[in-house]
């Protein structure tokens, strides 16, 4: 599916790709203009408020190596340099009017807006998720959403049926493949958005395949980058099952 400089125009609706890689490096391979949008859920680094503190801190979930991200505990001015590198290779691989849905929570949605804008998407709306009180965190005002900020190419494409809202409920998996994984109900809203069917769809932090699976199931292509090599194959896996399933 992948080549140097470009993917491959003549695949069929049902393929996908899982890239093992960076999602800097991965994302400058996409041919100009041929993704028709992207689904991105990056580590938050929520944890890490200044850089010097990040650098002296491990994010209190991190459990073993290989179970998170490898760059949660980026500090602030790393982070928004690192999410405008993702942001402007993800404007000039998509199409015109093609959306970008990104998710964080509301200590990092300013600097994620921020890196997105500054690169030439326009912040079209926000959805929040509303966890409907499962996977509530803290012991303060216990956090129980997060948000997805809205980003567009341009003009936007019309959406499909204009009837889209920008509230979703529904708990969080239980005993998921990914630490983060999110509701395949939740991914499917957001791919349902995104025209034509059966364009390419992009998640640059694929995890364990859920964007994918969701993809898969509307009629759209799928290219999912994971830098981490156990949840390549479970993502991968996870595509096979979906589509002889």
């Not at 290989?66 to 602030?76: A, I, V, Y």
């Not at 999110?182 to 995104?194: A, Q, R, T």
């Amino acid at each position: 599916m992948m080549r140097r400089g470009g993917i491959v125009d003549n695949i069929a609706p049902e393929d996908f790709a899982i890239i093992h890689g960076d999602a800097i490096e991965v994302l400058e391979t996409i041919y100009p203009g041929s993704v028709a949008g992207f689904i991105a859920d990056p580590p938050y680094c929520s944890g890490g408020r200044q850089q010097a503190g990040a650098r002296n801190t491990i994010s209190k979930n991190v459990r073993r190596d290989e179970d998170w991200f490898l760059g949660d505990q980026m500090g602030s001015d790393t982070y928004i340099w690192w999410m405008r590198q993702i942001a402007k290779r993800c404007l000039v691989a998509c199409q015109p009017g093609g959306y970008a849905y990104c998710f964080t929570d509301w200590r990092q949605y300013s600097t994620v807006t921020a890196a997105w804008e500054s690169s030439g998407w326009t912040l079209r709306g926000v959805v929040v998720w509303d966890k409907d009180r499962g996977g509530a965190m803290g012991s303060f005002w216990r956090n129980n959403h997060e948000w997805i900020a809205v980003f567009v190419k341009g003009k936007p494409r019309p959406l499909p049926n204009h009837s889209f809202f920008n509230t979703w409920r529904g708990a969080k998996p239980q005993g998921g493949f990914h630490p983060t994984e999110k509701p395949i109900g939740l991914i499917e809203y957001l791919v349902s958005s995104i025209t034509p069917v059966g364009g390419l769809i992009v998640d640059p932090f694929a995890g364990s395949g859920v964007t994918g699976i969701a993809a898969l199931r509307q009629g759209f292509r799928f290219l999912g980058i994971e830098l981490n090599p156990g949840y390549v194959s479970a993502a991968r896996q996870r595509m096979l099952d979906e589509v002889t399933r």
